[in-house]
């Protein structure tokens, strides 16, 4: 089982990037997906998830709706995180993971470093 981010970096406030996961191993379209991000010195937090079809999204972090959108490609295996407006307090380390009962799988996490 693998989950491998990509599209974090630099970026200045108010820029925008978009954040891949790619998945295999297991059969992805079964799995609910959720990004977390963990800031420096704080503890991770779950910022959105979406179904299995991609039918369903949440956004669980309040400074993020509006601003982040969850997507999946289950023909591609991929999930995604387009993160607009970017502020300074989005920067973090952000992790994609699969769930599906009591089967849980992380990524290694990307940076997002967001700073004028």
């Known amino acids: 089982v693998q989950l491998v981010e990509s599209g974090g970096g630099l970026v200045q406030p108010g820029g925008s990037l978009r954040l891949s996961c790619a998945a295999s191993?297991?059969?992805?379209?079964?799995?609910?997906m959720k990004w977390y991000r963990q800031a420096p010195g704080k503890e991770r937090e779950l910022v959105a998830h979406?179904?299995?079809?991609?039918?369903?999204?949440?956004y669980y972090a309040d400074s993020v709706k509006g601003r982040f959108t969850i997507s999946r490609d289950n023909a591609m295996n991929t999930l995604f995180l387009q993160m607009n407006s970017l502020k300074l307090e989005d920067t973090a380390v952000y992790y994609c993971?699969?769930?599906?009962?009591?089967?849980?799988?992380w990524g290694q996490g990307t940076q997002v470093t967001v700073s004028s």
């Open positions: 979406i179904s299995s079809t991609g039918a369903i999204t949440y």
């Open positions: 191993g297991f059969t992805f379209s079964s799995y609910t």
């Open positions: 993971a699969a769930s599906a009962g009591n089967r849980n799988y």
